[in-house]
């Protein structure tokens, strides 16, 4: 021990450090680790490489990262935190992922979810309608448009013909009317 009151000796890096730098531990009779919160962290996160290592796992090593910034994951870029979503479970109060990567991995989750396709599905779709809505064929195709009923894609559409489609209920016998009172063919009655 050191001349300092409260002070106690790492036996890692035999440092003589305030008692509020080492852990508690009941079992010893200072109640405290015999090694400082530091060194502990330290070992834990090597030893945690090893076993990944052992495992046959992804090793990542810890990346320098200035501060008010955070690595991310996934796409592999520093960013500052005003490009991360806020997450009060998290150690740092940050999200996993990067808006970024977020959106994009959103976008292929909706996409998934709802119509059972991928991206790359999807602008193949586009490629086959030359970039166009199936229905106006002016408006750039940007909504997948399916079958309610059975879930199954038709195509992707413009917004405005995507919801024209959705508002008459998806329905033949409706979307028939339409055409004829738009042509001027229809059943006027008698009021």
């Given at each position: 021990m050191s001349g300092e009151p409260n002070a106690k000796r790492c036996t890692r890096c035999e440092r003589d450090l305030p008692a509020a730098a080492f852990a508690r531990d009941r079992n010893r009779r200072d109640g405290l680790q015999v090694r400082c919160?530091?060194?502990?962290?330290?070992?834990?996160?090597?030893?945690?490489?090893?076993?990944?290592a052992a495992m046959g796992k992804r090793v990542r090593e810890k990346a320098d990262v200035p501060a008010g910034h955070k690595l991310c994951r996934t796409c592999g870029e520093v960013k500052p935190h005003s490009e991360w979503h806020r997450n009060a479970t998290a150690s740092d109060g940050l999200a996993t992922r990067c808006k970024a990567c977020r959106v994009v991995q959103g976008r292929q989750g909706h996409l998934?979810?709802?119509?059972?396709?991928?991206?790359?599905?999807?602008?193949?779709?586009?490629?086959?309608?030359g970039g166009l809505c199936a229905i106006c064929l002016k408006a750039p195709a940007a909504h997948v448009d399916h079958c309610h009923t059975t879930g199954k894609v038709r195509g992707v559409l413009c917004f405005?013909?995507?919801?024209?489609?959705?508002?008459?209920?998806?329905?033949?016998?409706?979307?028939?009317?339409?055409?004829?009172?738009v042509e001027g063919n229809s059943w006027k009655p008698t009021l």
């Open positions: 919160r530091g060194c502990v962290a330290e070992y834990s996160a090597a030893h945690y490489r090893r076993r990944r998934k979810r709802h119509y059972g396709i991928t991206e790359a599905e999807r602008d193949e779709m586009i490629a086959a309608q405005n013909c995507n919801s024209a489609i959705g508002k008459l209920g998806d329905d033949p016998d409706v979307i028939r009317r339409a055409i004829a009172y």
